[in-house]
């Protein structure tokens, strides 16, 4: 099973004795250090919050995940006071397993497929049909309780809702219930295009080419829906039994109108190995964002590896901001030479030396593989937002 990536939180909530980042002044009032807490660990100079399971250091290269960069300035201090009370039924931090067998939205929960510190989904059936079947998202109560996250949780059931598209994972309702912040999505049973290449190793030309077209068509959808998703990468991107693949996780996605008040200043929101320099910038993004992401994606794919490799965070950007990519053959030479074109455009720093949108880069991907037999787009794929055919961009 399959189903939207999760990322987990640093630095750990106060509160939870075992979360507590004790030493720091910013433990709840009267707590005492139990045995197996961690040693205090200093807070970054830079204040650095980062998003995963692991933070990225001098031994540590950055991986996929999303993380999250502050210059400092609204950074919010460690609440002193312990978490917020829970309403009675509701599950304190890191227990949501105890929601399985309740229904939340008339989704009956019988399984964990995957959970972090921002919450967890669950494999969910509908009492009234157990046929019909769901991974139903829930948010931490912690995270629901502020006010930053409430709004991102309903920012990305409203941007789902608004992306209705084969190769977009569908939303089938969100809401909330006791407390908990709930959000049903279709189940798709598969792997992310990012566990198929860990389990094999490589896969054909043939199939990187179709699996990034497919994936260019669910941004196209969503580009034609003024939604700029902003994390491609290929953990969200699910290759289903069926065989067609479809982007999932729109956490990070904005729509054209949204407030920056979402993100705090100086933030930076998306994937390393996969981000567009104007992204790296903090710049106005458009979809074109999402095809550089994109062409990351078809390069690892092809190669094994993403066009960029660096041992620490700062210089991945670097990387991204100042060096051209690898020329595709020198790394895989058996690779057609449109091939490489199609990947070095896509990859290009200059977001107007790109593909102007979806549809046009999805066409050039299947025409580089299979000259004169380019397959045809859904006739919903629109322009990306913002390049003047289709709806405004996203800030």
């Not at 091939?339 to 580089?368: I, S």
Request: aromatic share 4%; proline share 10%; glycine share 10%.
């Amino acid at each position: 099973m399959a189903a939207p990536s999760e990322p987990a939180q640093f630095p750990p909530d106060a509160g939870e004795p075992s979360r507590t980042r004790w030493g720091t002044g910013a433990e709840p009032a009267g707590a005492r250090r139990p045995e197996q807490a961690p040693a205090a660990e200093p807070l970054d100079p830079a204040k650095t919050r980062w998003e995963g399971p692991t933070r990225p250091g001098p031994d540590r290269p950055p991986d996929d995940r999303t993380y999250a960069t502050w210059d400092g300035a609204d950074r919010e201090p460690t609440p002193a006071a312990g978490p917020p009370a829970r309403a009675p039924g509701q599950p304190g931090a890191g227990r949501l397993d105890a929601l399985i067998g309740r229904t939340l939205g008339g989704w009956r929960l019988q399984a964990i497929l995957g959970q972090g510190a921002m919450g967890a989904v669950f494999r969910a059936e509908d009492p009234r049909d157990p046929r019909r079947l769901a991974a139903v998202k829930v948010q931490q109560p912690q995270l629901a309780d502020s006010a930053e996250g409430r709004a991102r949780f309903v920012r990305e059931a409203k941007t789902l809702e608004r992306v209705d598209h084969p190769g977009c994972c569908r939303c089938l309702g969100w809401g909330e219930e006791d407390g908990l912040q709930w959000l049903a999505l279709e189940l798709i049973v598969g792997k992310s295009l990012q566990d198929v290449l860990r389990a094999r190793g490589t896969v054909t030309p043939a199939e990187a080419v179709e699996w990034t077209r497919q994936l260019l068509e669910g941004l196209g959808a969503a580009h034609a829906a003024g939604v700029v998703h902003r994390d491609v990468k290929l953990a969200n991107a699910i290759l289903g039994d069926d065989g067609r693949v479809r982007v999932v996780d729109f956490g990070l996605a904005r729509r054209d109108q949204d407030s920056m008040a979402l993100t705090a200043a100086g933030a930076l929101l998306g994937t390393p190995h996969y981000m567009a320099p104007e992204q790296i910038l903090g710049q106005p993004l458009d979809g074109r964002a999402d095809l550089y992401s994109a062409g990351a994606c078809l390069f690892h794919l092809l190669t094994g590896r993403p066009p960029f490799q660096a041992p620490s965070v700062m210089a991945l950007l670097k990387k991204h901001l100042t060096e051209r990519p690898p020329a595709l053959r020198s790394v895989r030479a058996d690779l057609s030479p449109g091939l490489e074109r199609v990947v070095d455009r896509l990859l290009r720093k200059d977001r107007d030396a790109r593909y102007p949108d979806a549809r046009a880069a999805a066409e050039a991907v299947a025409e580089a593989l299979a000259p004169g037999r380019a397959r045809t787009i859904d006739a919903r794929v629109a322009p990306a937002p913002g390049t003047g055919a289709g709806p405004g961009s996203a800030a």
